[in-house]
T-cell receptor, first 112, second 116 residues
Framework: GDSVTQMEGPVTLSEEAFLTINCTYT??????LFWYVQYPGEGLQLLLK?????DKGSNKGFEATYRKETTSFHLEKGSVQVSDSAVYFC???????????FGSGTKLNVKP | SAVISQKPSRDICQRGTSLTIQCQVD?????MFWYRQQPGQSLTLIAT?????????ESGFVIDKFPISRPNLTFSTLTVSNMSPEDSSIYLC?????????????FGPGTRLTVL
C-alpha cells in the first residue's frame, strides 16, 4: 500500500544553517505530495505541495522537488531561523483520492 | 484555502465520560476528516465524514466509540465516548477542497484532550 517514510528527528541546527529533511514515498499511480508544519501547540499548516513529477513546491524559503525516479520529496531551506522550530510532516494524497498518508514527523530545533 | 475552527480547543475530562468536538468550516465542503494525534506521534485517520451519508471508519475505530455527525456542508462533530486515559490525544478535523484544489487537505487547530 501507499506509505511515506521520513527521517527521524529531532534535528538540531544553528540559526542560518542549511536544512534538509528527507522524505521518500511508496505509491501506486501518481500521488500529490505535501509538506505540513506543526508549530508548538497548534494544528497542521500546509507548507508546500507538488502534484506531478519534477514540480517544485516552495513557500517561506522552503522548497521540495517531486522526484519520481527516486520517489522522494525532500524538504530544504537555505538558512533556517529560530521561528522555523516545529514538527514537519511529509504526506501524500493517494491515487484513491480520499486517502492521505502521513510520515512520522520530524522535529526541528533551531538554536540562536 | 479554508478557515477551520474547532471547539473546544482543549479539555480535561474524567474517565468514563464523553466529549463532543465541533468542527466549523467557512465554506461548503464535501469531504471532512477526523484524525487523532497521540503525544509525539503522527496523525491517524479516524473516519471520513460526507454530508448526507454515514461516516466511514478506519480499521481500529468504531462508531460506538467515535460517533460522528455531519448535518450540513460546513459542520461536523466527533464524540469521544466512554473515555479512558488512552484517549488523551489531539483530535484534528480537516477538509478537502476538491479535485480543483488538487486533493489538498486543510486542518483545524486541533482539540487537546486529556483524560484523567
Amino acid at each position: 500500500g501507499d506509505s511515506v517514510t521520513q527521517m527521524e528527528g529531532p534535528v538540531t541546527l544553528s540559526e542560518e544553517a542549511f536544512l534538509t529533511i528527507n522524505c521518500t514515498y511508496t505509491a501506486t499511480g501518481y500521488p500529490s505530495l505535501f509538506w505540513y508544519v506543526q508549530y508548538p501547540g497548534e494544528g497542521l499548516q500546509l507548507l508546500l505541495k507538488a502534484t506531478k513529477a519534477d514540480d517544485k513546491g516552495s513557500n517561506k524559503g522552503f522548497e521540495a522537488t517531486y522526484r519520481k525516479e527516486t520517489t522522494s520529496f525532500h524538504l530544504e531551506k537555505g538558512s533556517v531561523q529560530v521561528s522555523d522550530s516545529a514538527v514537519y510532516f511529509c504526506a501524500l494524497s493517494s491515487y484513491n483520492f480520499n486517502k492521505f498518508y502521513f510520515g512520522s514527523g520530524t522535529k526541528l530545533n533551531v538554536k540562536p | 484555502s479554508a478557515v477551520i475552527s474547532q471547539k473546544p480547543s482543549r479539555d480535561i475530562c474524567q474517565r468514563g465520560t464523553s466529549l463532543t468536538i465541533q468542527c466549523q468550516v467557512d465554506s461548503q465542503v464535501t469531504m471532512m476528516f477526523w484524525y487523532r494525534q497521540q503525544p509525539g506521534q503522527s496523525l491517524t485517520l479516524i473516519a471520513t465524514a460526507n454530508q448526507g451519508s454515514e461516516a466511514t471508519y478506519e480499521s481500529g475505530f468504531v462508531i460506538d466509540k467515535f460517533p460522528i455527525s455531519r448535518p450540513n456542508l460546513t459542520f461536523s462533530t466527533l464524540t469521544v465516548s466512554n473515555m479512558s486515559p488512552e484517549d488523551s490525544s489531539i483530535y484534528l478535523c480537516s477538509v478537502e477542497l476538491g479535485r480543483d484544489a488538487q486533493d489538498t487537505q486543510y486542518f483545524g487547530p486541533g482539540t487537546r484532550l486529556t483524560v484523567l
